[in-house]
């Protein structure tokens, strides 16, 4: 079993800058994505940045150039650097293992959430 504890979130000012962390416990093998999903009230999850196991990296469009995401293996943690923060940027943010399992299946693993909000 894999728990994800986030941490970093908070109130911050437009323009202003967070970093999330999320570390991972149990085994997430070496084929694996860690990353961080986004819900803001009334809207659906959506995708906000991934990385593989092997560096590769996934940005949605609406954050590229503000967002960065990094990963530290021997740690099994995952960081997302958030710059020049938007109000339209506040939202829970979870992060996601993506784990290759036994069979070739693909299991998901999430954590509680932490709350990000962008306002003056």
Not at 68 to 78: E, H, L, Y
Request: proline share 2%; hydrophobic share 35%.
């Amino acid at each position: 079993q894999v728990q994800l504890v986030e941490s970093g979130g908070g109130l911050v000012q437009p323009g202003g800058s967070l970093r999330l962390s999320c570390a991972a416990s149990g085994s997430i093998g070496s084929n694996n994505a860690l990353g961080w999903y986004r819900q803001a009230p009334g809207k659906q999850r959506e995708s906000v940045a991934r990385m593989f196991s092997g560096g590769f990296t996934m940005y949605a469009d609406f954050v590229k150039g503000r967002f960065t995401i990094s990963r530290d293996n021997a740690k099994n943690t995952v960081y997302l650097q958030m710059n020049s923060l938007k109000p339209e940027d506040t939202a829970v943010y979870y992060c996601n293992a993506h784990i290759l399992a036994v069979g070739g299946r693909w299991d998901d693993y999430w954590g509680q959430g932490t709350q990000v909000t962008v306002s003056s």
